[in-house]
């Protein structure tokens, strides 16, 4: 039988200068819509087949969009287009000497190599936390977190022990930054719109939901207004928020916290914080504080001329006066940087001049539940059922594909109306457990 | 830490009747839709928090349709009812002698029992078949072959080794039934209207789809022209049909048949037959063929006067004069079985005389790939795009929910003028290979 995984690429040579991405993310899916198309020969590497639009994975968590609705293939998004070749495959190193890299299914040589490997969640070091805690930064870390939430209603209907039963209910998300602030609304919606229906044999008004929060506030990346808006509207909806609060520790059902104050939960949701998510092989120079790439105006890496990085993975210090410490790892700047990246890398093909980044800040945005969100515009900042109407409109539109769009938006109008989330299905074999 | 599992199902003594349901499948869900509100106590067990649509498995296998629009779940359906109970668990036995079920989550007393459990993948004792081909029958098996039929394509890429790349582009699908039928047709819609734009780099013109059938026609349980039109669609549509052959042996690369032809493939789809699937515990007089249980005319099982078995798991012989040896394994059978269980329970509290069985034969129908389809209805048969066309819209209303019905509406218009199936995602970590 012969063996499966061949050792080979076979990315063909066309003899034009050959770009490789690494990661379809945001700030990689925007290089290569910028090269199809031109003198070059795009090839992008991810581990998945699909694009994920990251800002949605709370709805797929909690029951409100299914999983589908929120990726996208990329043979689809760049098929009838030439010179494009997509590799399913892990990349694991890069060898800058011989301008060629290492991956899962073979090496490759580039000449232009662009790394958007985005960021991967960071438990600051915290072992027990990283082992017993759910991260939110994959498709498939929202997919295990709707079968956990679930899973644990139905088992706290099985038990007479009521701390083991109120572990079950109850959540502790860490981190107040968007992602923690928008899936404790969302859970929240549960408690109140889906589980006491679903659950009668439960007292669902026991449920209880915590935010913990190391910093004074919430949503640090925005307004002070946002963030108190925001806290009153979580604290509204009962959410309990724990701010100037770190968790030390967390054994799978005890969190303990700095304030000595300890929370009993068997799910916690890890959304404290991320770091770049690298490729081995560049020099250590070249990397600045959490794992990011320092690079360039250019976005190029430190100390090299045709390796570039974009996104949460690169750290662009001392450029922009308004973010002398680097840009938010956020959507927006990865996709600004990977569209001047495909242009620059086309001019350097054409003995031009590059153009410096120069990051457009549209401002910033989270939701808090229906009709609640806050929203940062340079010009204003606004709060409520506009802010809530206006992220709905903008997450709508920056997602890929109309069938995305309609879909989603279908989804969102039956959820507002009918205020039910259609998708609270484990989707696992009874063997797999909450997997 | 207190342990999480606990061994009680916890369900309330109401001193009502308890009728508990083992499978929430088409049979099951009749019976406890008939339940709810009556004098009884409805417990329902299923291994699944929702019910699958399995009709439809294959469309959600060929990246047609998203799982979600097929699944529905339990509590969902059964909210705002009284006296209804849903566990999730597994049932390992059953105890007549003290009327009562062992399940994953612990022991429960019955006073009426009705076993809905369905039915298995039949290997016929092929164990390497077993071991290496992909049976059709749950989500997960579904979901499981999207991830593989699109993970062949991106390992077909990357291979200089032209058996090893047509083994992973062609499909070898065992059994001409519907599910087999309906199955090879979707393929081959992805060979002729997908894969050509998402794999400009494979001659997909290579891809070969096999059915192979042990009987001398497609569609057994049809009728001749529905049979003999099936296999003109499917010849039309580039099908490999080999009739009068089985598959002696395939060790996940070779598929060996009765002819003593090879076909080299590294995919066996196994559709050729199933088993009921019953729960230890009864005695051996009432087993019928193929694991099924003998049941009299009003389901009660051979030996048993408060157990009763409907649809899949269910042989009821020598009543029904069309179908002597028992009803073709499908979900009309079990949903009249379900409903009148149902009323037979509630006439048996009420001391009255249950009614027997008298199957209503509604017909049956394949559907092979846009516009054509077969339909065998009692007064006439016909076949072509007025067949596909009532196809359609039988299964639409036979979806649970009007929120499943409007989006797989629109997933088949959307398909139906695109041209796309839109889901063709590997949703799975990468370490999970397949899986």
């Not at 290569?32 to 090839?43: E, H, I, M, S």
């Not at 307004?223 to 100037?244: C, D, F, Q, R, W």
């Not at 031009?352 to 229906?370: C, L, N, Q, W």
Request: include cysteine.
């Amino acid at each position: 039988m012969p063996k499966l995984i061949t050792t080979q690429t076979r990315i063909a040579d066309l003899g034009k200068p050959r770009v490789i991405i690494i990661g379809g993310g945001f700030g990689g899916l925007e290089v290569a819509k910028g090269l199809v198309g031109t003198q070059t020969q795009t090839v992008l590497f991810d581990k998945y087949n699909h694009h994920c639009f990251q800002p949605l994975l709370y709805q797929v968590a909690t029951s409100a969009l299914e999983t589908s609705s929120i990726v996208f293939p990329f043979r689809k998004h760049f098929r009838n287009t030439h010179d494009f070749y997509f590799r399913l495959g892990e990349v694991t190193a890069i060898k800058p000497e011989t301008r060629c890299i290492e991956t899962s299914i073979g090496s490759v040589k580039y000449d232009y190599l662009v790394i958007a490997s985005g960021a991967e969640t960071n438990f600051y070091g915290l072992k027990d936390v990283e082992q017993n805690s759910h991260p939110m930064k994959t498709i498939i870390d929202a997919i295990k977190l709707r079968n956990i939430i679930i899973r644990n209603f139905e088992t706290a209907l099985l038990t007479d022990d009521k701390e083991l039963m109120n572990s079950l209910m109850d959540f502790v998300i860490v981190g107040g930054g968007p992602t923690g602030v928008e899936l404790a609304g969302a859970i929240s919606e549960l408690k109140h719109d889906i589980f006491p229906k679903d659950y009668p044999e439960l007292e669902v008004s026991q449920m209880d939901i915590h935010i913990v929060e190391a910093t004074p506030r919430l949503l640090n990346g925005m307004s002070e207004e946002a963030g108190t808006k925001a806290l009153e509207y979580l604290k509204k909806m009962g959410v309990h928020v724990h701010l100037n609060t770190a968790v030390k520790s967390y054994d799978g059902h005890e969190v303990l916290m700095s304030t000595g104050e300890k929370l009993i939960s068997r799910t916690l949701i890890w959304a404290a914080g991320v770091k770049g998510n690298p490729v081995a092989g560049l020099k250590a120079e070249a990397f600045g504080r959490s794992s990011r790439l320092l690079v360039d105006e250019f976005n190029r890496v430190k100390g090299y001329d045709n390796i570039f990085a974009i996104g949460d993975v690169a750290l662009m210090e001392g450029v922009d006066p308004k973010f002398p410490k680097g840009h938010p790892m956020m959507a927006p700047p990865a996709q600004q940087q990977g569209e001047l990246v495909a242009k620059n890398i086309c001019r350097l093909i054409n003995k031009k001049e590059m153009k410096p980044f120069r990051y457009f800040d549209k401002g910033s945005m989270a939701t808090i539940g229906r009709n609640r969100a806050v929203v940062d515009l340079k010009a204003f900042k606004f709060q409520g059922f506009f802010a809530w109407f206006v992220w709905m409109f903008v997450h709508l539109m920056s997602l890929i594909g109309f069938r995305n769009k309609f879909f989603v938006l279908l989804s969102w109008l039956w959820s507002y109306f009918s205020f039910d989330k259609s998708n609270r299905l484990i989707i696992a074999r009874p063997k797999d457990g909450v997997q």
